[in-house]
């Protein structure tokens, strides 16, 4: 029997505006607001596929790569705290609706392929800070990133001394 893994789709952050929000986050949350997410590991869930064999990771990945939308450009310019999840996040004040396509495509895929999607309705963010128990001060509007979006990545999620760490193991563009 072959091994399974972790995955998801996710977009990437550039890794510019990801030191540029480390930075951001350092200044407006206090330690105590939460468990900061390293700058690496900062994306935007697509779709959550669970522990997935190779044999659906195959189908998956050739689902994926018969999506032909364009890139689009997307605004991180909202903040927000999840007290169920215990999570502050960035997002997007207007998601783009290039984002909200891809994203209804795969999930649409992912559960025709038996990955169980969540009923929640989908919000687009990165997650900043876990752990946040606690009522936490958002920051006030005016902050901002804008990058260009031209491919989406399916990751492996691992656990490895004691660290949460995000591998791409594939990638299709947007075009
Ligand atoms: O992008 P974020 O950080 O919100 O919360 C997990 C993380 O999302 C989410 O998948 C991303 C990569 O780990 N995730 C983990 N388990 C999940 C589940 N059972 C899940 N999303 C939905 N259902």
Same mark, same amino acid.
Request: charged letters at 20%; proline letters at 9%; aromatic letters at 10%.
């Given at each position: ?138 920051? *006030? ?26 591998? *791409? ?7």
């Amino acid at each position: 029997m072959s091994e399974s893994k972790r995955l998801f789709f996710a977009l990437e952050i550039p890794g510019d505006v990801q030191q540029h929000i480390v930075r951001w986050r350092a200044e407006q949350f206090p330690v105590e607001a939460g468990r900061p997410i390293a700058a690496a590991n900062l994306h935007i869930t697509l779709a959550f596929l669970g522990d997935v064999s190779e044999e659906k990771q195959r189908i998956l990945a050739a689902q994926a790569s018969r999506i032909a939308q364009p890139g689009f450009q997307l605004r991180l310019d909202d903040a927000g705290h999840w007290p169920r999840s215990r999570v502050v996040w960035l997002g997007p004040r207007q998601a783009p609706r290039g984002l909200l396509q891809l994203a209804n495509l795969l999930r649409a895929q992912a559960a025709r392929s038996g990955c169980a999607q969540s009923p929640q309705p989908f919000h687009p963010h990165v997650t900043l800070l876990r752990n946040a128990q606690h009522r936490v001060a958002l920051p *006030p509007p005016g902050f901002g990133w804008t990058f260009p979006v031209d491919a989406f990545v399916l990751y492996e999620s691992l656990f490895e001394q004691g660290r949460t760490r995000y591998k *791409p193991v594939d990638r299709w563009l947007l075009k």
